[in-house]
C-alpha cells in the first residue's frame, strides 16, 4: 500500500514538472509576443517625467533588453532555485507576495470547498430521494439558476443585502479599515470572510448538487439495489448501506477536481470584496503589467489546480476497490 | 431491465418529451435574442447620453430600470450591454468552435506525433484555471474590446476539441473511412468528407453550450476591468460600475443588469441541453 | 390451498412513441399461475417473455413507473406492501440473475449478512459455501473479483437457507460448472423436500426437468401451458400447445429441429392467438380472438387445437 502511493507520487511529480515547464513555456512566449511595453507598464503615469535613457536603464535592470531565448533561460534558472523575480507593483519578491496572500486565499477557498460539498451533497442527496417532488424541482432549478448566474453579481447583490441594507456585515476588506494590524482579532477576520465565503459556496452547490443527484438516482434504479430491497432492506439502512456508499466517492473525486472553478470563483470575489487575496493580486497584476507576478501567479495556480485533479485521482485508484485490486492483481 | 430504464427516461413532467421542450426553449431563445437585437436598435443612443436632471432615479414608468449618477436610463444601457456581451459571446463561441473541429480533426488524422501535441496542448490549457488563462491573454492583447474576445476565442476550445478527438478517433476506425484511406485519400479528404459531416451537429450543439460560458466569462473579465474601456455600455462594466454606488442604496442599478445576464445566459444553455440530449443517440428514444 | 397464487396478473408501462403520443405497452397478460408448498415450478421460456417481471412483480421490486393489476397472494393473504415487508428476504427470497445485483463496493461476505441474519443464518451459508466449494477467502472478495461461476453460487447461497419457504430463482444456473449445478439443483430440491415451494425460471428445458414437478411455459408474456413435468417425453406427444412442442423438440437429443420466426415483441401488436405466426397448426379462427386458457389432460393450456 505504502509502496503503491510512493509510485504514484512518483508519477504525478513527474507529469507536475512537465506540466509546469509547458506552462512556462507557453505563457512566457505570450507575454514575450505583447505588443504591451513591460517598461512603459513598469513607468505608469510617470511617464512625463522618465527620459529615453532612463528608460534604456529600466529595460536593462529588468533585463528586457536581451533576446527572448536569453531571457527564459535566464527566467528559469532561477525559477529552478525558486526565485520568480520581483514583483513591480508590491516591490517585493514574488515568492513572498504569493505565499502572504496564498494564506488569505487558502482559508477563503477551504472554507467555500468544505461549506459547497457539504451542502451540495445533501442537497444532492435530498433531490434524488425526493425524485420529481417540489423539493427536487426546488434545488434542480436553483442549480441550473447558478450555472447561468455570474458569481460576481451574486457577490454584489449579498453585498447589497447584508451590508448595505442589513447592515451586519463590513462591506468588504481582509481586515477593518483603520485598524493596526496587530490588534486585528480572528473574529475580525472570520467576520470580513463570511461574504467572500458564501459568494464562493452559493455557486459550488450547483455542480456537486446536480451530480449527485443524478448519481443516487442512477445507483437508486440498479440492479443491486432491487436485490438489497429483495432482500428486505429498505429505508434509511438502505440508503446508508448501499446508497452513500456507492456515490460519496465520485462526489468527493468531482470536488477535487472543481479547484480550477474554485480558483476562479475566488479571483471574482476577491475582487468584489476587496479581499486581499491571490485572486485580487492576479486581477492588479494584469491590470498594471505587473509580468513577475502575473507569471508567478499562473504557475502557482496551476500547482494548486494539479494538485485538486491528482488528489482526484489518488482517491479514485486507492478507494474503490475496482481500480485497486486489479491494480494489485497486474503487479 | 434496459428496456424499463429507457421508458423512465423518456419521461418527463407534465408530459412534454425533451423534442417539445428543445423547440419551446429555441424558439424562447430566439425571441430574446431578437429582442435585445431589435431593443439596441431601437434605443439608439437616445438613453445613453448623459441627463442631469435625471439623476439617481429609481425604477419608475418612465425609466423601467431606473437611472444612474449621471441621468443615463439603465434600461438602454442594459440592452445595449447584453447585445454587446452576446455579440462578443458568439464571436468568442464561434472562434472556438472552429479551433476545437480544426484541433480534433487533425488529431484524429494526422498521425501519432500530431495527436500527441494537441493532446498536450489541450491538457496544458484545461491545467490553468480558466479565469487565469483569460486574464493572462486579455493582458497579452493589451486588454479593450480585442483582448477580451481574443481571449475568449482561445481559452473555450480544449474541452469540445477533447470531445471532437474522440467521436472523429472512432469514425476514423469505421469501415468505409479505412477503405477510404486504403483507396489513396488524402488525411484532408478523409477529415472534410467523411469526418466533418459526422460531426457538425456535436459542433452546433458545442456552440450552443460554449456560449453561455463566452457570455460570462467576458461579463467576468470586463468586469474585473481588463475588458473594455468605461465608455462602452458593456454588462461587466455597468456592474463594476454599480459596486461605488451601493452603499448609497441604488439597488436598481446592479440588480438588472445581473438579471438581463442571467436570462440571457439561462436561455442559451436550456437549448444547448436539450439539444445535446437530442443529438445523443443513445437517446434516440426521445 | 397453494402457497403463492397468482391471479390475472398484467404488467404494463407506458412508453412514448413518435414524440409526444403515449402508449401503454403491456408485458405480460392476464396470467394466472400457482405454487404449493414442496412444489418445484419451473417457467421457461425466451427472453423477453416476461419471466423475469413475473419475478420482480412478485417480490414487489417492479419499476415505479410499470402498472400492474390483478392480484397476488401468499399463504391465503394478498401479497402487499405490509406482507412483503414481512417476509422480503426471510421467508419469500430471490436468487437474482447475475452478479450485478451485488453491490460493487461492498465485501461479499457482509453483503450477504443483512439485519434480517442471526447466527444459524450466517453458519447455515458457511456451510453452504463449503457444499460449493467456494473457500473462505471468497468472502472477503468484492464482486467484481468473483467468477461468473463463483457469482452464481454466491447468489444462490443468499436465498437458499432454512427459514426460505418461497424462493424465486431467476436463471441460477449458467456459467455455473455442470457439478456446481448439479449442487445447486440438489440444494433446491432439498429445500423442496422440507416444503419450500421453488420457482425456478430458466431457458433451459433439460436443467428444468431434472428437478421439476411442473412447467409452465412463457411465450409473449402469456403462460400458455402449464405440464406435468413427466409430459416432457418421447416426440412430446402428451404436451399440448404447438409452442411447447416446438421448444422440446428443438433440443439436440430430440429432433434438434429450429423454431422459425420470433415472438412478437408486445402482446398488444397482435389481435388473436400470440403464436398464431408461427404456428404449424394454424387457423383462421385463431385470428380473430386471444385463447382461453382450458384444461386439458391434467394440465393447462392456451389453444384452440390442444387436445
Redesign the interface.
Known sequence: MLNGIMVFAGKKLIRLAALLASVSIITFALVAMSPIDPVQSYIGADVMRVGAEQRQEIAAYWGLDRPFLERFMKWAAALLQGDMGTSMIYREPVTHVIAERFMHSALLMAFAWLLSGAIGFIAGVAAALRKDSWLDRLIKSYCYTLASTPSFWIGLLLMMVFAVWLGWLPVGMGVPAGVLAENVTWADRLRHMVMPVLTLSVVGIAPIALHTRQKLIDVMDSDFILFAKARGERGIGLLLRHGLRNIALPAITLQFASFGELFGGAVLAEQVFSYPGLGQATVEAGLRGDVPLLMGLVLCSTLFVFTGNALADYFYRMVDPRLRYRKEERA | MSQLAAVQQGKTRNGWNVRKRAYVSATGAGLLLVAIGIGSWLLGSAGLSVQLDNRNLPPSLAHLFGTDWLGRDMLSRTVKGLALSIQVGMLGAACSVIIAAVMGLMAATLGKTADRIITWLIDVFLSVPHLVMLILIAFVCGGGLKGVAIGIMLTHWPSLARLIRAEALQLMSAEYVLVSRKLGRSSYWVATRHLAPHLLPQLLVGFLLLFPHAVLHEAAVTFLGLGMSPHQPAIGIILSESMRYLSTGMWWLAVFPGLGLLATVRAFDKLGHYLRQLVDPRNAHL | MPLLEVNKLSIS????VN??V?QRITVVEELDFAINEGEIVAVVGASGSGK?LLA?AI?G?L?K??ETTGSISYGGELLDEKLL?RH???EI??V?Q?V???????RVGKQLH???DGEVQDKERESLFERFQLGKHVARM?P??LSGGMARKVLVS?AALGRTRLIIADEPTPGMHPDDVAEALGRFKQLAEGGCAVLFITHDIEAALQIADKVAVFYAGEAIELAAAEDFQGQGERLRHPYTKALWRALPQNSFEPITGTQPARSSDVQGCLFAARCSSYAEECKAKRPDSREVRGGMVRCLHAT
Open positions: 408501462f407506458v412508453q412514448y414524440g409526444s403515449q423475469s420482480h417480490m421490486i419499476p413507473n410499470v415487508q422480503r428476504g426471510r427470497a430471490l437474482p447475475s450485478s445485483f451485488l453491490d460493487p463496493l461492498m443483512t439485519r434480517a468484492f467484481f473479483q443468499t
